[in-house]
């Protein structure tokens, strides 16, 4: 995935870089809003993340000139957040919005996101998810490990499948909230926290090796790990 | 200009202007009646002057006498003509008086009162004329007495300069002693305002002294003594609560610090790296948490408004937050009922927030096995959500400030959860996005806390 990060914080620049990098993106950097709006031109990316305060040229007028030519998805950082600078982000041709601070787990949750509806008319969509010895029959809606039926609510469900849609990828509490319950704002209600506890207890317990991994301070991973 | 900004130039003016009225209505009162009674005296002089004549004239039997009529009439002229004698007549004989051409022909009738120009004379003479028509012993004849008004007239002009005067005199005098008596009378509020100005931001709890000054003005005083205790509680509701923050970010701030450079001092393996950076990123997510909501009290504290209002189902709205909450509920064994439902125009995710807040905090207060009561009404362009819970009673003074950013009606109960204080907060900011209000009740072992958002549009029902 080819990635064009106009930011002229050269910390933040730096570490979705090296970020963006280590996904497995490969990412052009431009620190003002006229080599920006350059790049975007000439080079046909996947995604825009772009800063909304810059020097030389505003991310705003950035924005307006390349949508007057190419309809590259971009994703806005902004460290107002106020309704009207939202509005009028999207109302230039934004595709999203992220509020510094933001986490590096929700940007990528967000530009894999922005991506994706890119290519949604071309790839089939699975009916069924495997992780190690756990498939998911989407249709069906049940869940086996190792042979057996396990038994699951509808938001357990709902939550393995994300976490199965996104295997081997670190998602945090906030991505998780909205993905599964559409919740797009802060609560400190610790419902994921529970959600997960409860799921494990289903998925795991009974069985020899975990594949619903917790990583502290980011978030939550469904992947099967060699085992010790 | 200047003096009409200070009150005791504008009371002297307005007192000034009062006297004027008072004066004038009073010296044109008398003027008049001064008028009237010197037009009495003047016919009065007239009547008695023409009466002594038409006496003599009336008794008149011999032709002879009119040498004599015209030596009386000689006599009863006074020197400076101020009374004048006329007697109009063909026959030479009988006619009397100067310049009785300019009089011929004035008079007709009988007997009349009128005026009469005289040559040489500014002022009119008031004249009384009568007609005696012809007789055995004279010829027709015309009697006219005239009495000048000049004297009358410069009485008047006299009492006219004299009045225009002291009217004058009257109004000035009137207004510096309004100015005296004014500035004598706004001692008290220079004093006051001269105290005003030593009140300072530093001395919070000093106050205006309201004992020696007129009531008028205690009253002001009082009032804003009463301002300035409001003042006094918001200043240091603000200083605590800049405290609180302060205190929220410092712990997470050195825990950081002191975290990363213990890590730092010596030689680490990996592993050991790896859980300082992940202990780190906790205590960063936190502060995000923090200042994601300071941003966002700001904000409708600064009072951004809802950017679209949609009418819909409170009821539905309440289910999403109980569907979202439904493995805390289970956790907790506690049963959630919503009675009732209102329509009304909110942002869905604002309001759910709120809601989620409130049945995250009744939840937080539940014994096991309790049922939660969420209750809408609508009544009064309002729309209504409460949440009740059973749970231990709240004490009055708490119930007010548990809105209050980082409030915690006691300190120590708040060890559990990542709940840093500002859950009731959002939901106050909410409250207010939507032109609402906050509300908590706690009698009978039942703790009732909600909010309101404002429900006038009427155009979907």
Redesign the interface.
């Known amino acids: 995935m080819k990635v064009l990060v106009v930011e002229d914080d050269l910390k933040i620049a730096d570490y979705l870089d090296k970020g963006l990098t280590e996904q497995g993106c490969s990412v052009d950097l431009a620190d003002d809003g006229h080599d920006g709006l350059h790049l975007a031109m000439e080079v046909d990316y996947d995604v825009i993340v772009l800063d909304q305060m810059l020097p030389g040229l505003d991310g705003l007028a950035l924005l307006k000139s390349l949508r007057a030519v190419k309809d590259t998805p971009v994703i806005m950082l902004t460290a107002r957040d106020r309704i009207e600078d939202r509005v009028k982000g999207l109302r230039a041709g934004a595709d999203d919005y992220l509020v510094k601070p933001f986490s590096f787990l929700e940007l990528l949750a967000r530009l894999q996101a922005l991506t994706r509806r890119d290519r949604r008319g071309r790839k089939q969509e699975a009916t069924e998810l495997q992780v190690g010895d756990l498939v998911i029959d989407l249709l069906a809606r049940k869940a086996f490990r190792d042979g057996s039926r396990i038994d699951l609510t509808a938001k357990e469900f709902a939550l393995l499948t994300v976490l199965a849609r996104h295997q081997g990828q670190i998602l945090s509490k906030t991505v998780i909230a909205e993905m599964v319950w559409d919740v797009n704002f802060d609560t400190s209600a610790n419902v994921v926290e529970v959600a997960i506890k409860r799921l494990r207890a289903k998925i795991d317990s009974p069985f020899k090796t975990g594949l619903l991994h917790t990583v502290r301070g980011m978030g939550y991973v469904l992947e099967e790990r060699p085992g010790p | 200009m200047n003096a009409f900004h200070s009150i005791a130039g504008r009371l002297a003016a307005l007192f000034a202007l009062a006297a004027l009225l008072v004066l004038s209505l009073l010296g044109v009162t008398l003027d008049r009646e001064l008028a009237s009674v010197l037009e009495r005296q003047q016919i009065e002089q007239l009547n008695t002057r023409f009466q002594d004549i038409d006496y003599v004239l009336k008794r008149l039997r011999e032709p002879e006498q009119w040498a004599r009529i015209h030596a009386k009439l000689d006599a009863v002229t006074p020197p400076d003509h101020n009374t004048q004698y006329w007697i109009l007549s063909d026959d030479a004989q009988i006619r009397y008086g100067n310049a009785l051409a300019e009089i011929v022909g004035i008079s007709q009738g009988t007997s009349s009162i009128g005026e009469l120009r005289v040559g040489g004379r500014t002022e009119p003479l008031l004249m009384r004329s009568a007609y005696f028509p012809a007789d055995e012993r004279h010829a027709s004849f015309r009697f006219i007495v005239g009495v000048d008004s000049e004297p009358y007239a410069r009485s008047r002009r006299a009492f006219r300069s004299v009045m225009v005067a002291s009217v004058s005199g009257g109004v000035l005098l009137v207004a510096l002693i309004g100015y005296l008596i004014t500035q004598w009378g706004l001692g008290p509020l220079q004093r006051l305002s001269r105290e005003a100005h030593t009140l300072s931001p530093s001395l919070l709890s000093q106050r205006l002294l309201t004992a020696q000054l007129p009531t008028e003005l205690s009253d002001l005083a009082e009032s804003f003594n009463g301002a300035l205790d409001r003042l006094e509680v918001a200043y240091q509701q603000l200083e605590s609560f800049n405290a609180d923050v302060t205190h929220e970010l410092r712990t997470p701030l050195t825990h950081l610090i002191g975290n990363t450079q213990v890590a730092l001092s010596r030689e680490r393996s990996v592993p050991q790296l790896v859980e300082v950076?992940?202990?780190?990123?906790?205590d960063?997510?936190g502060l995000?948490?923090i200042?994601?909501?300071m941003?966002?009290l700001a904000?409708a504290s600064l009072g951004?408004r809802?950017?679209e209002l949609l009418r819909c189902s409170l009821a539905a709205e309440v289910e999403k937050a109980i569907?979202?909450?439904?493995?805390?509920l289970e956790?907790a064994g506690v049963h959630v009922q919503v009675q009732g439902d209102a329509q009304a125009p909110i942002e869905s995710?604002?309001f759910?927030?709120a809601v989620?807040?409130l049945l995250?905090n009744a939840i937080h207060h539940s014994p096991p096995g309790a049922e939660i009561v969420v209750e809408l009404s609508a009544g009064d362009g309002q729309a209504r959500v409460s949440v009740a819970n059973p749970g231990p009673v709240i004490p009055a003074e708490h119930l007010g400030r548990l809105f209050d950013r980082f409030y915690k009606v006691d300190a120590a109960r708040t060890k559990n959860?990542?709940?840093?204080g500002?859950?009731l907060a959002i939901v106050k900011a909410v409250a207010a996005m939507h032109s609402g209000d906050v509300f908590a009740a706690s009698c009978d072992g039942v703790t009732t806390v909600g909010f309101s958002v404002l429900n006038d549009a009427k155009d979907s029902a």
Not at chain 2, 277 to 282: A, D, I, R, W
Not at chain 2, 323 to 328: K, P, S
Not at chain 2, 417 to 420: A, K
């Open positions: 950076l992940q202990s780190n990123l906790e960063l997510e995000r948490g200042v994601n909501d941003l966002f904000r951004e809802p950017h569907d979202f909450l439904d493995f805390l956790e995710s604002l759910r927030r989620t807040n995250d959860g990542e709940s840093h500002l859950g």
